[in-house]
């Protein structure tokens, strides 16, 4: 099985490319190693602090925010980063070319009862942003999806799981727990089109639009409804461990539009939860929207904007676009 180094170079990625994702898998492997040690090392808990989202951050949070900052500052090849734990972007490297956002610990609220949480992360070039050369600010980081170079996540579950896109598609790597090594387990991840499952949050089931509340209803409606299938259910309450599920099995996931806080009709994060996750899912031949605009082509005002998202089987997805208005006459085989 190929090692990571050796999946990277097969790919032909530039060497300095090379050498930020590795330092993101090499620190993935400590953050799985204070994951698993749980209770035991003391990581366990809420902190009195809350973050930037107004979110009160987990010892874990914080833990692995700075181990992820530690290294990206040692890397060499960083230019600044963002993060969900941190108010503002970092400037990094003034030699830098790369710029880094993540969401350190997504689903961090599992941590307590031991369920699915992992890293997320987003590699952006340092020199295309709209921010004058040689400054760095917020607005360097505002580059749409489309440019990202390379994005992934960690899955600290059962096995520790890193999948990751440079652009060629997406490799699934498996820790190996005796030689610390990520192997290669799944050279071409891929997303079957149709899915008879779906994953939302049902107990916002009142507060969503009309056209998601009609797609949820006809989805639960099953063979008699006007879907004629039946459809499961599925939520893991962590993005990362939903991804992972329609990237290994197909199905679609759905953070939607709601109106329960007014202030907040989005939950999910553009620069370093929904970009990395789109440009996955697209690589793995399926499709990601608000429900009125491809992930990938937004242009992010801020570095911590919410967004709506469904994600997953590219039939699925048009399915419930086409409940959104969106027309897709020129692709008639979407029911
Ligand atoms: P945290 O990273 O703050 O735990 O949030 C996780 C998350 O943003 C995302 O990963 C999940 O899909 C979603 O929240 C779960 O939201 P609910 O609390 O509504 O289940």
Redesign the pocket.
């Not at 997504?106 to 609220?109: A, I, L």
């Not at 309450?237 to 990362?240: D, G, L, R, W």
């Given at each position: 099985m190929q090692t990571l180094a050796q999946h990277l170079t097969s790919q032909a990625v530039n060497d300095s490319l090379s050498q930020l994702i590795l330092t993101l898998a090499d620190t993935s492997k400590a953050i799985s190693h204070a994951v698993r040690h749980g209770a035991l090392a003391g990581v366990l808990g809420a902190t009195e602090q809350e973050n930037v989202q107004g979110?009160t951050q987990k010892k874990l949070d914080i833990i692995t925010n700075d181990m992820l900052k530690d290294a990206l500052k040692a890397d060499g090849t960083v230019r600044g980063l963002a993060s969900e734990e941190e108010d503002h972007v970092v400037e990094v490297s003034q030699n830098g070319q790369y710029l880094v956002c993540f969401?350190p610990l997504?689903?961090?609220?599992n941590i307590d009862i031991n369920s699915l949480v992992g890293t997320i992360f987003s590699i952006l070039p340092a020199t295309k942003g709209p921010a004058p050369a040689g400054v760095l600010t917020e607005t360097s980081f505002l580059q749409s999806g489309r440019a990202q170079l390379a994005a992934g996540y960690v899955l600290y579950g059962p096995s520790t799981m890193l999948a990751l896109t440079t652009g060629q598609g997406v490799q699934l790597f498996t820790l190996h727990p005796e030689t610390n090594e990520f192997l290669l387990t799944n050279a071409a991840m891929s997303i079957s089109p149709d899915t008879q499952e779906f994953a939302i949050?049902m107990s916002n089931q009142r507060f969503w639009e009309a056209p998601m509340q009609t797609y949820i209803a006809d989805l639960l409606l099953g063979k008699i409804g006007p879907r004629e299938k039946s459809f499961n259910m599925r939520w893991i309450?962590?993005?990362?461990g939903?991804v992972h599920r329609v990237l290994s099995r197909g199905g679609i996931f759905t953070?939607p539009t709601d109106n329960k806080d007014p202030k907040k009709p989005y939950?999910?994060r553009l620069m370093y939860e929904a970009n990395p996750m789109a440009f996955l899912v697209e690589q793995a031949g399926g499709k990601a929207s608000t429900g009125y605009e491809t992930i990938l082509d937004i242009q992010p005002t801020h570095i911590h904007q919410r967004v709506a998202v469904i994600l997953g089987s590219s039939n699925e997805v048009d399915a419930c676009l086409s409940y959104h208005g969106i027309d897709y006459s020129e692709e008639p085989n979407i029911e």
């Open positions: 979110e969401d997504d689903g961090s609220s949050n309450a962590a993005m990362v939903d953070y939950k999910l």
